[in-house]
Nanobody, 121 residues
């Protein structure tokens, strides 16, 4: 079992930045590919970014490529999402997830409760 707790969400103006954190506890953090997803009101949950267990492979949705950066610190069991040049369409609840397999399509078994990101125009 893995418990995931996101933090760092908030209200920011368009063009601004936020850094989300996801703290993991439970089973071995380094066993898992970690991902970030988001869900806007009235829309389905969508993939944002993923990072391999070692941190050497990352994968991004086209909508955030070049603006968002995913990273992880295995020493403190935390994964991050640095979000720059934020746009109003980035407004959503952001979730982190832990899964098994390649960054390109792991099976995500564990999910956090989400943190709200609101970008004002």
């Amino acid at each position: 079992q893995v418990q995931l707790v996101e933090s760092g969400g908030g209200l920011v103006q368009a063009g601004g930045s936020l850094r989300l954190s996801c703290a993991a506890s439970g089973r071995t953090f380094t066993s898992y590919t970690m991902g970030w997803f988001r869900q806007a009101p009235g829309k389905e949950r969508e993939f944002v970014a993923a990072i391999s267990w070692s941190g050497d492979i990352t994968y991004y949705a086209n909508s955030v490529k070049g603006r968002f950066t995913i990273s992880r610190n295995n020493a403190n069991n935390t994964v991050y999402l640095q979000m720059n040049s934020l746009k109003p369409e980035d407004t959503a609840v952001y979730f982190c997830a832990a899964g098994q397999g390649s960054v390109y399509g792991p099976r995500y078994d564990y999910w956090g409760q989400g943190t709200q990101v609101t970008v004002s125009s």
